[in-house]
Structure formats: structure tokens, C-alpha cells
């Protein structure tokens, strides 16, 4: 199983994205958890996923995160702008 945090600057915004993921995952057949935090948690949550994709507002974090995460080995990198504004669950995922 697949599991991914999505990091924002709320955790709000991108719940509509991890909708989207998961029921991409579910069409090809995929268990994935996904679920989304704020910024202010992301630390804390990275470790119980494999993967953190973050918002493009918060693309200035990613190498605080990397950082937290390399220990981990754990993937960090910044969502596709245009996934994101268009809420693409299949791009992001």
C-alpha cells in the first residue's frame, strides 16, 4: 500500500486533490492512503508516509522537508502547479 501526505498551507485546500488521488488509485486498481495536513504538521505526519507532495504555494519548504525526511527515506517533492489548480487526481498521483 501507497501512502502519501499532501502538505499545504492549511490542509483544506487540497482536500478535494486527495478525493481525486484516491479514486484514481481505486480505478487502476491501487491501495493508496492519502490523506493532507497543514504545513504546521507536516513533519510530524511524514512519518507514516512514503511519499509528501506539497502545494506550490509552499515550494520554499521543500528542502526544509527533504532534510527532515532523507533520514526516513522518504520521497518530498512539489505538486504540478496545473494539477493542483485543477484538482488532475491522476497527474498528482
Do not use: N
Request: aromatic share 6%; with cysteine; net charge negative.
Amino acid at each position: 500500500m501507497k501512502r502519501i501526505l499532501l502538505a499545504c498551507s492549511s490542509g483544506m485546500s487540497t482536500s478535494l486533490l486527495v478525493t481525486k488521488m484516491q479514486d484514481y488509485a481505486r480505478s487502476i486498481g491501487e491501495e493508496a492512503e492519502i490523506w493532507a495536513v497543514g504545513q504546521d504538521k507536516a513533519k510530524e505526519a511524514m512519518k507514516d508516509a512514503d511519499v509528501v507532495l506539497i502545494g506550490p504555494q509552499m515550494s520554499f519548504l521543500k528542502g526544509e522537508l527533504q532534510k527532515e525526511a532523507e533520514p526516513l527515506h522518504i520521497t518530498v517533492d512539489v505538486i504540478d502547479m496545473m494539477a493542483y489548480g485543477m484538482g488532475d487526481g491522476k497527474k498528482a498521483y
